[in-house]
Structures are given as C-alpha cells and as structure tokens.
C-alpha cells in the first residue's frame, strides 16, 4: 500500500466499508494492516456513529435506493429476471411514503376542517376566503395520489 499514515488508513478503510461494502478482513489485506484495527476503527470514535449504522443509514437512503432501483431495472430490460420482489418493494414504498414527509389528502382535509372550523369562530369573512383556496389545495392534492 506505501506509506500511508494511519490516520489516512482509517479515512480509506471507513469509505471502503460503509460505501463499497467490504468487509474488514479485506479492508484489512489491502491497507496493510489488521483485523482488528479494523474492528476498532468499525467500532467509531468517541461521539461518532458506528460503521455498521452508518452503512446501514447510507443502504436506505433514498439515492441509494435510486440507484438499486436502476440497475435492477436496467438488468430486466436487458431480459434477466427480477432480483426485487416488486410486490415487497410496493409496500416498502407506501411506507416510505407515509413517512417521508408527505401529508395524505385525508389528513389535510381533516386539518382544514379543524382550521376552518376555528376560523369561522374567529373572523368569518376571512374564513370563507380560505375555503375556496382550501378546495383548490386538496383537489389539487387528490390529483397527485
């Protein structure tokens, strides 16, 4: 490997692990140093997430996610079977979806019944104004689920 500071080592060994998937032992080899070196850089620093979580952070990422998604679907295209469980997948993905920050339809509409019942006990000109835009918002929002 040359000479390479351990610091440089562990820098090298971190990205081969959480990014490329090898194991220690490999690591191990092509750094030039010991599994158990490894494991304990593995183990993190003081204050640091641990490899294995941060590799298993950077597998459900959804960019990462992407680009499993691609290449599965490139492999089908070039007339290989399916990897994926596409019926696993689709459930995964509600998931996902319920909690990635999206907000169903059902649910804005019960949040802007709740405002607008509010509203109305407050200004009640200004709560008819809302409820046409309030409309528009979930039916513009039905149209994208």
Not at 30 to 42: D, K, N, P, Y
Not at 49 to 60: F, G, I, V
Not at 122 to 140: G, N, R
Request: aromatic fraction near 6%; glycine fraction near 6%.
């Amino acid at each position: 490997m040359g000479k390479l500071t351990n610091e440089k080592k562990r820098t090298l060994a971190e990205r081969m692990f959480i990014n490329d998937g090898m194991t220690a032992k490999a690591i191990a080899m092509e750094l030039e140093t010991t599994e158990q070196t490894v494991g304990r850089w593995r183990k993190g620093g003081k204050g640091e997430k641990d490899w294995d979580t941060r590799r298993a952070e950077l597998l459900s990422a959804p960019h990462k996610i992407k680009e499993i998604l691609t290449k599965e679907l490139q492999s089908i295209a070039e007339g290989n079977k399916p990897e994926i469980d596409a019926d696993a997948l689709s459930k995964v993905g509600k998931v996902l979806e319920g909690i990635s920050g999206k907000v169903s339809t059902q649910i804005v509409l019960s949040a802007f019944k709740e405002f607008d019942n509010w509203m109305a006990e407050q200004e009640p000109e200004t709560a008819i104004l809302f409820l046409d835009w309030h409309k528009k918002f979930i039916l513009y929002k039905a149209s994208l689920e």
